[in-house]
């Protein structure tokens, strides 16, 4: 399969740990990217490859992998990270690439 | 700075044809594999196409295969998506977002281009 499922909905209290996970056969072999999207912009990098944060994300975020699920954690979050999250990899052949369907956090 | 810009969206009866720019600046357009994805009203991220550095490999959703073909022009810093045989199904916000070999992460995006099918 070239799914990649993740929960619709997660929320967390300010400054608690949660954790966004994303699951599909595809991740047995690669790695999942992580974006964070606000209302109206566009989608931002925020981890990608075993666990790596492009320049000026927060080190609250931090992703891990196990067998066909890739996680995305943030510790300590904070309310601007109210943001709809999506995870992405390629598929097995590695041409084509697929999307999770999102997963809307809720900073409590 | 470094960033993609869009260009050409609209509105398009069904059936219709709409090609979309986007503009590189900021960095070595030419070595960076290119991808468009759109994002539905209310809808999730959805792969549309992508393209190699070098325009060998190209490669299309299920959903525009056929329909939609992307292209490239190093030497002017653009990418492009020619939307041909438009359905209201791919009314979206469409972005061009590069794609680092090395990171195997989509680490650009433009801000989007709204596409609206609809008669």
């Known amino acids: 399969s070239s799914e990649l499922t993740q929960d619709p909905a997660v929320s967390v209290a300010l400054g608690q740990t949660v954790r966004i996970t994303c699951q599909g056969d595809t991740l047995r072999g690669s790695y999942a990217s992580w974006y964070r999207q606000k209302p109206g912009q566009a989608p931002l990098l925020v981890i990608y490859g075993r666990n790596n944060r492009p320049s000026g994300i927060p080190d609250r975020f931090s992703g891990s992998s196990s067998g066909d699920t890739a996680s995305l954690t943030i510790t300590g979050a904070q309310a601007e990270d109210e943001a709809d999250f999506y995870c992405?990899?390629?598929?097995?052949?590695?041409?084509?690439?697929?999307f999770g369907g999102g997963t809307r956090l809720t900073v409590l | 700075e470094v960033q993609l810009v869009e260009s050409g969206g609209g509105l398009v009866k069904p059936g219709g044809s709409l090609r979309l720019s986007c503009a590189a600046s900021g960095f070595i357009f030419s070595i960076y594999r290119m991808n468009w994805v759109r994002q539905a009203p209310g809808k999730g991220l959805e792969w549309v196409s992508s393209i190699s550095s070098d325009s060998t490999y190209i490669y299309y959703a299920d959903a525009v295969q056929g329909r939609f073909t992307i292209s490239r022009d190093d030497a002017k810093n653009s990418l492009f998506l020619q939307m041909n045989s438009l359905r209201a199904e791919d009314t979206a916000v469409y972005y061009c977002a590069r794609e680092d070999y090395v990171r195997g992460a989509f680490d650009l995006w433009g801000q989007g281009k709204m596409v609206t099918i609809s008669s």
């Open positions: 992405n990899s390629r598929d097995s052949s590695g041409n084509l690439v697929v």
